[in-house]
C-alpha cells in the first residue's frame, strides 16, 4: 500500500515537473521563433534576392479584398476560391478550396496566452458566482457573446493569411516546375532535386514497382508511406519479404509529394486534395488500377481514407499502421486546433511529443532543424554509415526522414494532420456505411508518437475493423525488424479479402 502511495506521488510530481518545463520550454522558443523570423527574412533577401512571405504575419482581411484577383463564393456554408481575373490565367486548375487549407498554419496561439486564457477561466468557474436577480442581464450577455463568436467563427472561415493569399497566386499562375527547385536553405543535391532533372513534365511521384516475374499479376497493392518517410519504409522492408514467397500482386510504393524523389514544387500547399490527386495519377491512371488493396502507415492513414472514400468499391482491403485518428467532440468550435494539440501536445517528455511540437507549433525553428539536418543530410548519412558499418535499415529510415523540403513538411503536417480535423470521421463513416473491405489495424503497443487509443478510436467508428496491438513495438519496430512476419500477416489479409 506504502509502495502504490509513493508511486502515486511520483508520478504527480513527475506530471507537474514536466508541465513546469515545458511551459518555460515553449515560452522561450515562441520568442527564439520571433527572432528567428527576422533572420530568415534578412537571409532570404540576401540569398533569394526578395522578401518571404510568412505565417507570423497576422490574419489579413477576406481575400475579396486583394484588388478582385481573387474571388470568393461561399455555397452552402462552404467557401471557395474560383478564379483569378481570367479563366485562362487559371493553367488548368479551375478551382482550389479554401477549406483544404488549414488555419492552424496560421494561427498557433503562443503557450503564454493559452496560460492566461486557461487562468481567467478557472477565476471565472471558481469566483464567479451569478445571483438569481443577475440571471436575466447574464442570459441576456450570454446570448450576445454567443453572437460575436458565431460572427467571428463566419468571419474566420473567410479570413487568410496573406501568405496562402501569396501562395495561391503563385500557384494557380502557369509557372515552370523545374525552375525555383529548391530554396537556399534546401538540400540541392542529386537525389533531392532528381524529380526536376526527368523528362516528365507532368512530374508525376516517384513510384517504386514490383512486379511479378513470369506470372501474370492478379492484384494490385498500393503502399503509402508516413509523415517524413519514403517509399523505402516499404521498398527495403516488406517487399523483399513478399518477393521472397513468389507473390503474384503488383506492388505500388510511392514517395509522397515533397518527400523523397518526388516532386517538391517550392509553390504547393500541400493539401489533402492535392497528395491524393497525385497518387491517383502516378499510380492508379498511369499503371491502370482497377481494384486494389492499400497499406498505410501514420499520416499515409488519412491518404488511404480519403482514397477509399473516393473509390468507393475499388478498395479490397484497407491495413492501417498507427491510424492518428483523434475523434473531436462535438460542439468543438475549432476542430483543427484540437487535433494539433493532441498530436503537438508541447510537452518536453517524451523527447519524440517535444519534436513534433517543434516541429508543428514554430514555423522559424523547425525551419532551422530542416536548414540543419535536411540540407546536410548526406554528411549526417555517412557518419551514420560509419557508426553503425553501413547498416541498410539505419540509412533507409535516415534517408527517408531527412530528404524533403521544409515547405513540404510544414504544410503537409498542418493541412493533411491537423487539416482533416472532423473529416476523417466523415471518411471513416463511408468506409463503415458503403465499402465492405475487411479493415486491419495494427499498432505498437510502445508507440509514444501515436497513442494506441486512436486506432481503438477508429475500431468503434468501423466495427468490423480488426485492431491488433503488437507488444514492446513501437511507431517503427511494428514493421522494421518483423517484416517477414508482417508480410505474411498482409497476405493472410489480401487472401481473406479476395476470396
Not at 450577455?141 to 501562395?167: A, D, P
Not at 487509443?453 to 485492431?467: D, L
Request: some cysteine.
Amino acid at each position: 500500500m506504502a509502495v502504490m502511495k509513493l508511486r502515486r506521488a511520483a508520478t504527480v510530481a513527475g506530471t507537474w515537473l514536466n508541465e513546469a518545463i515545458s511551459f518555460f520550454v515553449f515560452c522561450v522558443l515562441d520568442i527564439v521563433d520571433i527572432f528567428l523570423c527576422l533572420i530568415y527574412k534578412a537571409a532570404d533577401y540576401l540569398f533569394e534576392a526578395e522578401w518571404k512571405p510568412c505565417y507570423c504575419l497576422s490574419a489579413k482581411e477576406p481575400i475579396t479584398t486583394t484588388r478582385g484577383k481573387i474571388l470568393l463564393s461561399q455555397n452552402n456554408g462552404e467557401s471557395k476560391i474560383l478564379t483569378l481575373s481570367r479563366l485562362q490565367e487559371l493553367g488548368g486548375r479551375s478551382k482550389i478550396e479554401l477549406e483544404d487549407i488549414s488555419e492552424t498554419l496560421y494561427t498557433r496561439p503562443s503557450r503564454l496566452s493559452d496560460f492566461s486564457n486557461l487562468s481567467v477561466n478557472e477565476l471565472n468557474k471558481r469566483f464567479v458566482k451569478v445571483t438569481r436577480s443577475e440571471s436575466s442581464k447574464c442570459s441576456d450577455h450570454h446570448e450576445k457573446t454567443k453572437s460575436r463568436r458565431r460572427k467571428s467563427i463566419t468571419k474566420s472561415s473567410l479570413t487568410v493569411n496573406f501568405t496562402v493569399v501569396e501562395k495561391l497566386r503563385g500557384k494557380i499562375k502557369p509557372h515552370n516546375l523545374s525552375h525555383d527547385v529548391s530554396r537556399w536553405s534546401d538540400c540541392d543535391c542529386g537525389f533531392c532535386t532528381s524529380w526536376a532533372a526527368t523528362s516528365d513534365k507532368d512530374h508525376s511521384l516517384f513510384v517504386k514497382t514490383q512486379i511479378p516475374n513470369g506470372v501474370a499479376a492478379k492484384e494490385d497493392v498500393l503502399f503509402i508511406h508516413g509523415f517524413i518517410s519514403s517509399s523505402a519504409f516499404w521498398t527495403e522492408t516488406v517487399f523483399p519479404s513478399l518477393s521472397a514467397s513468389s507473390s503474384s500482386r503488383r506492388l505500388f510504393a510511392v514517395d509522397l509529394l515533397g518527400f523523397g524523389k518526388s516532386p517538391k514544387p517550392a509553390d504547393s500547399l500541400y493539401t489533402l486534395r492535392e497528395h491524393v490527386e497525385m497518387i491517383e495519377k502516378s499510380v492508379l491512371h498511369k499503371h491502370n488500377v482497377k481494384s486494389f488493396h492499400i497499406v498505410a502507415h501514420s499520416l499515409g492513414c488519412i491518404l488511404a481514407l480519403s482514397l477509399a472514400a473516393r473509390h468507393g468499391g475499388l478498395v479490397k482491403s484497407l491495413t492501417l499502421l498507427a491510424p492518428p485518428y483523434y475523434p473531436v467532440p462535438a460542439g468543438e468550435a475549432k476542430p483543427r486546433q484540437y487535433v494539433m494539440k493532441k498530436v503537438a501536445p508541447r510537452k518536453v517528455w517524451p523527447p519524440i511529443a517535444l519534436g513534433a511540437s517543434m516541429a508543428c507549433w514554430y514555423e522559424h525553428v523547425s525551419r532551422t532543424i530542416c536548414l540543419l539536418i535536411c540540407k546536410h543530410h548526406r554528411l549526417w548519412q555517412f557518419l551514420a554509415n560509419l557508426i553503425t558499418r553501413n547498416n541498410r535499415t539505419v540509412n533507409f529510415l535516415i534517408e527517408g526522414f531527412m530528404c524533403h523540403t521544409h515547405n513540404a513538411a510544414w504544410h503537409t503536417l498542418h493541412n493533411i494532420l491537423c487539416g482533416t480535423g472532423s473529416k476523417l470521421d466523415t471518411y471513416l463513416d463511408i468506409v463503415r456505411d458503403k465499402l465492405k473491405c475487411n479493415v486491419a489495424i495494427f499498432h505498437g503497443g510502445d508507440d509514444e508518437l501515436i497513442p494506441v487509443e486512436c486506432s481503438y478510436n477508429v475500431k468503434q467508428r468501423i466495427p468490423r475493423a480488426r485492431v491488433k496491438v503488437l507488444e514492446h513495438k513501437d511507431h517503427i519496430t511494428m514493421v522494421v525488424g518483423r517484416q517477414d512476419e508482417f508480410a505474411r500477416e498482409l497476405q493472410e489479409i489480401w487472401k481473406t479479402s479476395s476470396s
